[in-house]
């Protein structure tokens, strides 16, 4: 059996973490959209949707069924939860490989409120990649008093990311629409 140590585990996910948000930040802010004749790039905004709405739903159920020592069920929803958000990913890094920002047109109230929700969304989601991947790797380690500690930080952030994601899909798409 293979035994990882803490600190390096927790380099590497640090370092892989680092490599995933420099990658997306220069996909949205830097390269140029791949010009594509796909027309179900413009749907993904709606499966990402789904996709947070789903992750979200099972970190909810993760929650109930580890209140409920249910230690099974939540560790397959964590799965499933984990599971979402990396199809989520796939299909934002497709989104904006083909389509690249979608600008939001809104005016007036709304516009400081969506870019609010869109700032705490960008800055919490950089620091929930790491922080998911150490609350799996102390789980799967068997290290439940560490998992404990630091899932009680993750999972707030993770539902809060979900729920912006879906929100911001829907503020870009009503505000954008009615300009």
């Not at 969506?114 to 790797?137: D, G």
């Not at 404990?148 to 879906?166: D, E, F």
Request: charged residues 10%.
């Amino acid at each position: 059996m293979i035994v990882i140590q803490t600190r390096t585990a927790v380099s590497a996910i640090l370092a892989v973490s680092s490599l995933v948000v420099a990658f997306l930040f220069w996909l949205i802010y830097f390269k140029e959209p791949t010009k594509t004749t796909f027309g179900w790039v413009e749907y993904l905004p709606y499966l990402n949707s789904t996709l947070n709405t789903i992750a979200a739903s099972f970190i909810v159920l993760g929650i109930l069924y580890i209140k409920s020592e249910q230690k099974k069920k939540h560790a397959i929803c964590m799965i499933g939860a984990t599971t979402a958000s990396g199809l989520f990913l796939v299909s934002y890094i497709v989104y904006h490989n083909f389509h690249g920002d979608t600008p939001f047109m809104g005016e007036g109230f709304i516009r400081p409120i969506y870019f609010f929700v869109l700032i705490s969304h960008i800055l919490l989601s950089i620091a929930m990649v790491p922080m998911i991947f150490t609350t799996l790797f102390f789980a799967a380690s068997k290290k439940f008093s560490a998992h404990k500690k630091l899932a009680r930080w993750t999972y707030p952030i993770w539902i809060y990311v979900s729920i912006t994601g879906v929100v911001i899909v829907a503020m870009l798409k009503i505000c954008n629409y009615q300009a």
